[in-house]
């Protein structure tokens, strides 16, 4: 009947109107969830998959060496760690123009296995976490799960940097809490390591 079509055209218009809406406020989130991947910079022991078009033996996973680096055939060693997939991608690029006219290259990080925190002391379950792709204070204490009952939760620090770089930043657990001196919880670097005393 006509009535029913009517009705039929009325609710899938609707739906769609519905859907228009969604994905037009869901955009922006995932316009910020896909800038924040593409900032990523990259850690040793990060994997990542390189790809080059039409090139069957330059397409691989490859996890960045301890030292920051990685081969690949025609390439040589890579920069990979402190720098983003876009700017090896580039690099890559730019190395292979010498034997591949216009290569095109693809890569994406596969694995974050680099980009690690530490948490060690009071806590029920001290040991090594996998950022991804950040952590503060507050959500390392919590993977961790959560502190003791002997922990003095106002002389947690967060050991950064290595050699004599290192630097000691104080977490007041009491304060952060209390919503004072949130500056305290702070985003963690890799290599960061939350000691509870």
Known sequence: PP????????????????LCLLGAA???RLAVAQGAAADYKLHAGDTIEVSVWKEVDLQRKITVRP????SLPLTGDVQASGRTADEVRLDIENRLKKYIPEPVVTVSVAEANGNRIYV???VNKAGMFIMNPQLNVLQALSLAGGTTPFAKLDSINVIRGSGAAQTSLPFRYSQVVEGKSLGQNIILESGDVVVVP
């Open 67 to 70: 030292d920051g680096k990685f």
């Open 26 to 28: 869901l955009a922006p």
């Open 120 to 122: 060690i002391g009071q």
């Open 3 to 18: 009535g029913k079509a009517r009705m039929i055209n009325t609710l899938r218009n609707s739906a769609i109107v519905a």
